[in-house]
């Protein structure tokens, strides 16, 4: 489920404008969630409800200390899912530049939660 939302995400940065954009990021959003969790799950975290990145990165770098460099794109990352779920959100508004940033920016996370759980 995470692979198919980052490839969604992904997919959907490409000719996006507007409220495709809040959509990618929404997307992004839920791909990096995703994978956080199951790299916790798999050192046996308890399942959490929350969708906010960085309480995520916290537990995280208990087991992988260098995914700390990606603390400022998860904060940003997180505002996307506002942008989406709530649109009178600061964030709403988010062009497809924006998206691609943080999309090319987290791809080191991605890559290195796919590197650490089997």
């Not at 799950?41 to 929350?50: D, E, F, M, N, V």
């Not at 996307?80 to 709403?92: H, K, L």
Request: a neutral charge.
């Amino acid at each position: 489920m995470a692979a198919d939302r980052w490839e969604g995400s992904r997919a959907g940065v490409a000719g996006t404008a507007g409220r495709q954009s809040e959509l990618a990021g929404f997307c992004l959003q839920q791909a990096v969630e995703k994978y956080l969790k199951a790299l916790l799950i798999s050192h046996g975290w308890k399942l959490q409800r929350t969708h906010n990145l960085e309480v995520l990165l916290d537990a995280a770098t208990a087991y992988a200390p260098d995914l700390e460099d990606f603390r400022a794109v998860c904060q940003v990352i997180t505002l996307y899912y506002m942008a989406e779920r709530y649109p009178s959100s600061r964030m709403a508004g988010l062009t497809q530049e924006e998206i691609q940033r943080s999309l090319n920016t987290v791809q080191g996370l991605i890559d290195r939660v796919r590197e650490l759980v089997p």
